[in-house]
């Protein structure tokens, strides 16, 4: 069989963390493992398959000989990197936002259109993650019929801000439940008993780019360049888990029974019907795994030709790295 | 200047407390104040202006002599002392949803229908909590054009489901805190660290009790036979103020300037414009206050007359008790 050198550009993150475990777990052949960091982070030793590799800082020289670079780095990074992943001859599975909207660059959830990734010319954009998450409950009622708009309201995760998102949250329940006051860093504002309904920079429209990704990313990634989407981003306290309320407008009616057809035979969706006694998922019932969990489709009440539901995925996981590593696998096994 | 006789039946709970405390900051002339609560706490006493009061068993003989009732129970309760209330010829100012859809009932936010309150044949209606936020927040819009249909996502705090859901998160918090698991009794699930989104019970269309009266109180409230109204609850681990992201469509467009200053001058609103560096309020920011806050409203992308906003409001306050005690201020001074 095959295998692979496969490096990790921030392998120390939240996210990069997560793709070495995810690489172990569906079993990738990767012949040479590189964990990629910056220099403060060099010297250390991530664990994979029980052994323990030597993370190296990340420098334009780092991908010579590498199969696949899979990127949990920000923007900045990201776009520093690209150029030399790309001329060492690597794909580039980048989770940042740097290229997603790149025409040259597919933006790729496997299950929707994993045949774009084999377009790309060394970069493939690994989504949202909300954005992930949302599109993966409504793919399959956009099999049935097009869909026009949606609404979407999401309760994210801090994970979505990384480890200090993670910490910022565990500390401050730690300090709230002691009577101490909860410290603030990563979120503007306290997030353990609050919510925060602003995530990302405010763009001229009044909505933040995290709200727009979703519009952006999904008229790319189900092939729909007129989509529309109005949402609002809400951080909530919890863990790793993103859910996200939303309102599909489709161009022909589709029926809750259609749909839920349709979303229990979707490859990678659960369809919650009867949960420990509950039709829906909460976020704490999807951490951990990989599947989005969909319940709770109703005919909207304002519009004839929308559905509406609740859906739920680990964000490390689908929402990020499992879904980077899925593209890899996508990408070797043909 | 008059006074008033004024019972509180469910004095005890958390509505029923706010109450009290709500007659005290708003000065309301009470003559004699009564609180009412179950067996097993009458005898047990409620500070009333530095005074102990004592608590008596309610019957329906408790109300001779009442001007004023307001209602802190729950369906079953005041179904069974409406009768005796009324007969007393005291007003009955009713929290719970028994008589909100009963068209001898007034069903009253006094900022937008406090007229309506004067029809009262003995009983007004205190809306859902939920529906009050969300309703102070759009009605200004309302006025500059009639509201067709809303597309609501809920963040309710846990003060919904009364002391016992503040209990329930707070020993959550400290469970979890301590290393140990959480015990689940008032909420179906896990809400530290997680959010739930179903909030009452199903009805055959698929949405909740709950998620029903924002389009069945918002008729009434609002004076639009017509409107519709989709909504999802969601139960977020947050102690006592409610938020609603919500997508409002008028009969014409409004823009977001005519809605925003709509917002700034409609009596309890606050709209939030700069609020400690942020456009938009948090749940905790509006705690233990009486204002409704508003923020990011925003033309929607999916529909060129819709608005999309953000408000918050303290679900024990304004959503329960001070509108009650408001419906109560507005029938004495006329």
Avoid at 41 to 49: E, I, L
Avoid at 271 to 284: A, V
Wanted: net charge negative; aromatic share 6%; glycine share 8%.
């Amino acid at each position: 069989m095959k295998s692979y050198n496969v490096a990790i550009l921030g392998a120390t993150g939240a996210v990069g963390q997560e793709m070495l475990k995810v690489l172990e777990e569906y079993n990738i052949p990767v012949n040479r493992l590189l964990p990629l960091a910056s220099a403060r982070s060099a010297g250390g030793t991530v664990k994979f398959h029980g052994e323990d590799v030597t993370i190296q800082e990340a420098t334009e020289d780092s991908f010579a000989g590498m199969d696949f670079v899979l990127g949990a780095v920000k923007n900045g990074m990201s776009r520093k990197f690209a150029p030399a992943i790309v001329k060492s001859g690597a794909v580039y599975i980048d989770n940042s936002s740097a290229f997603r909207l790149d025409p040259e660059v597919p933006l790729v959830v496997p299950e929707i259109n994993g045949e774009d990734a084999f377009t790309n010319k060394g970069i493939i954009s690994n989504p949202n993650c909300s954005s992930i998450i949302t599109l993966m409950a409504v793919a399959g009622i956009a099999r049935l019929s097009p869909i026009k708009s949606m609404v979407a309201c999401t309760y994210q995760a801090v994970s979505g801000a990384g480890q200090a998102g993670l910490m910022e949250l565990e500390n401050q329940m730690k300090a709230l439940t002691a009577g101490e006051k909860a410290v603030c860093s990563t979120f503007p504002t306290q997030i353990a008993l609050n919510v925060i309904p602003h995530i990302g920079d405010e763009l001229d429209n009044g909505y933040t780019d995290e709200e727009m990704k979703m519009q952006n990313e999904g008229r790319r990634i189900l092939h729909l360049p007129e989509l529309k989407v109005t949402c609002t981003c809400v951080r909530v306290p919890v863990m790793r888990s993103h859910s996200i309320a939303v309102t599909v407008r489709t161009e022909r009616p589709v029926s809750v029974q259609e749909a839920n057809e349709a979303i229990r035979s979707y490859p990678g969706c659960r369809l919650i019907e009867d949960y420990e006694g509950r039709n829906y998922p909460t976020p704490l019932d999807t951490s951990n795994q990989d599947l989005v969990w969909v319940g709770r489709v109703r005919r909207d009440l304002t519009d004839d030709n929308a559905l509406t539901l609740w859906c739920c995925g680990d964000q490390i996981r689908k929402g990020a790295a499992s879904n980077a590593v899925q593209i890899l696998k996508r990408m070797i096994e043909s």
